[in-house]
């Protein structure tokens, strides 16, 4: 899964002249929360967030008389005296794994994508990785999410899958993750059908334990002192 296939290719950007004001106004217009800063050969040079924004506007602990001097500083103010100029960015050949992993590490909402010569093509947002993992993962359509606790071996998918699919249940998709018992995985299967105390049943008859999916990822949660 490639970003290229996943990112929002009519990119809202803005050059390093332009004023705060203007700035605020496409991201409010837009209602998105960051601009790439692009030059006149559209290469990316930077970025600006809503938080950028702020900090840059008027406090409302200016004094009078400072407060009188604030329209004259903001207009002398360019998107390119407040902008970050050291930009994450992404390639179109990354993969959604990656950008997800990256943005985990990162405080950031969205990555600019550039091509090889650092010309902007794209941006991927935080909304871009959710309906293309959405759109993967098939929980688009109502279904029943299972939790199988299964030795890590070969063989034990297909025996999972082959249970399923000899009862005429679809598959929305199937995720598989470590599990805290060395030798075993949680197996995943989304199953478009909400009508699987059978299947339910049949697995565990082949001696697999089924966990509550909320109660796995709760006890995956760091322990409080």
């Not at 990316?44 to 008389?65: F, N, Q, Y």
């Not at 941006?123 to 939790?147: K, Q, W, Y």
């Not at 008859?205 to 322990?223: A, E, H, S």
Request: glycine share 6%; with cysteine; proline share 5%.
């Amino acid at each position: 899964m490639f970003i290229e296939k996943s990112m929002t290719r009519s990119v809202i950007s803005v050059g390093p002249d332009a004023g705060l004001l203007e700035a605020r106004e496409l991201m409010n217009r837009h209602r998105i929360h960051q601009l790439p800063v692009v030059d006149r050969d559209n290469t990316l040079i930077g970025i600006v967030t809503d938080r950028d924004l702020l900090r840059a506007m008027p406090s409302g602990l200016l004094t009078e008389a400072e407060a009188q001097r604030e329209p004259e500083r903001l207009a002398q103010l360019t998107i390119g005296d407040i902008m970050s100029r050291n930009v994450i960015t992404v390639s179109p050949m990354h993969t959604l794994e990656d950008a997800l992993l990256l943005m985990e590490r990162t405080p950031v909402g969205a990555f600019p994508v550039v091509d090889q010569q650092g010309k902007l093509i794209g941006i991927i947002s935080v909304r871009d990785l959710m309906r293309a993992f959405i759109n993967v993962l098939g929980i688009h359509e109502p279904g029943t999410l299972l939790c199988i606790l299964a030795e890590d071996k070969l063989g034990t998918m297909k025996r999972i899958v082959d249970a399923i699919s000899e009862e005429r249940i679809a598959f929305g998709s199937v995720l598989v993750a470590r599990h805290w018992e060395e030798g075993k995985r949680a197996v995943f299967p989304y199953l478009l059908s909400s009508n699987v105390a059978h299947v339910k049943r049949k697995l565990e008859k082949l001696g697999f334990q089924l966990l509550n999916p909320m109660d796995w990822y709760l006890d995956r949660l760091p322990k409080k002192d």
